[in-house]
C-alpha cells in the first residue's frame, strides 16, 4: 500500500506562483509514473502534467510553458511547479502515482487528498 501526502497549495494573485509538492510513502520497491490532476467546482478531474520513473514529462495544453513537473526518485517525491497563474487554475490538485512491489507487482492508482489552490483575479 502506498500514501501520498500534498502539500504547498494556497490563495495567490493572478499571475502568482505556487510549488506543490507530493511525497510517497509505504511500502513499495519503486514508484513508477506519477502524475498531477485537478478539479475544479462542476467539473471532471483532469490530467494536468505526468512524469515517468525515467523522467519523461507530459502536459495538459492548458498549462504548457506555465507548469513543470520534477520528481526526486530519491525521496520519492513529486513537484507541481505553478507560475503565471490564472483564475482558471482554481482548483483541488492531487497527486498520482503507480507502484512496483518487492514482489515485481504493480500497484496503483494511488491518490493524494487533494489540496486547494485559488487564483485571485
Known amino acids: 500500500q502506498v500514501q501520498l501526502v500534498e502539500s504547498g497549495g494556497g490563495l495567490v494573485q493572478t499571475g502568482g506562483s505556487l510549488r506543490l509538492s507530493c511525497a510517497a510513502s509505504?511500502?513499495?520497491?519503486?514508484?513508477?509514473?506519477m502524475a498531477w490532476y485537478r478539479q475544479a467546482p462542476g467539473k471532471q478531474r483532469e490530467l494536468v502534467a505526468s512524469?515517468?520513473?525515467?523522467?519523461?514529462?507530459n502536459y495538459a495544453d492548458s498549462v504548457k510553458g506555465r507548469f513543470t513537473i520534477s520528481r526526486d526518485n530519491a525521496k520519492n517525491t513529486v513537484y507541481l511547479q505553478m507560475n503565471s497563474l490564472k483564475p482558471e487554475d482554481t482548483a483541488v490538485y492531487y497527486c498520482?502515482?503507480?507502484?512496483?512491489?518487492?514482489?515485481?507487482?504493480?500497484?496503483?492508482?494511488?491518490w493524494g487528498q487533494g489540496t486547494q489552490v485559488t487564483v485571485s483575479s
Open positions: 509505504g511500502r513499495f520497491f519503486s514508484i513508477n509514473g
Open positions: 498520482n502515482a503507480y507502484s512496483t512491489s518487492s514482489e515485481l507487482t504493480i500497484g496503483g492508482p494511488y
Open positions: 512524469i515517468t520513473s525515467g523522467g519523461s514529462t
